[in-house]
């Protein structure tokens, strides 16, 4: 069974910085992607930034610039380093891992709270 496990998150002040890592109990070569996704209270979840195996990184509009995406497979992580934080980012950031072309697996979530 996969397991994610999400870390970093907390408060911080808007124009702050945070970076979250997500530590997979198997080798991460395994997913064809994983990445980022947020969800903000009364709000659908919603994609913050992807990184495959292969290939480009995606990020939503609302972060490009101040957030990055990266992966260190010889940790079996992923981590995304968020600047210039804003409150309206404020959200529960769930890693996401994709296998086979068709199952997701989820992390159990860290609050990120940012106070304007």
């Known amino acids: 069974q996969v397991q994610l496990v999400e870390s970093g998150g907390g408060l911080v002040q808007a124009g702050g910085s945070l970076r979250l890592s997500c530590a997979a109990s198997g080798s991460i070569f395994s997913f064809n992607r994983m990445g980022w996704y947020r969800q903000a209270p009364g709000k659908q979840r919603e994609l913050v930034a992807t990184?495959?195996?292969?290939?480009?990184?995606n990020y939503a509009d609302s972060v490009k610039g101040r957030f990055t995406i990266s992966r260190d497979n010889t940790k079996n992580t992923v981590y995304l380093q968020m600047n210039s934080l804003k409150p309206e980012d404020t959200a529960v950031y769930y890693c996401?891992?994709?296998?086979?072309?068709?199952?997701?697996?989820w992390g159990q979530g860290t609050q990120v709270t940012v106070s304007s």
């Open positions: 990184i495959p195996s292969r290939g480009r990184t």
């Open positions: 996401n891992a994709l296998k086979d072309g068709n199952i997701d697996y």
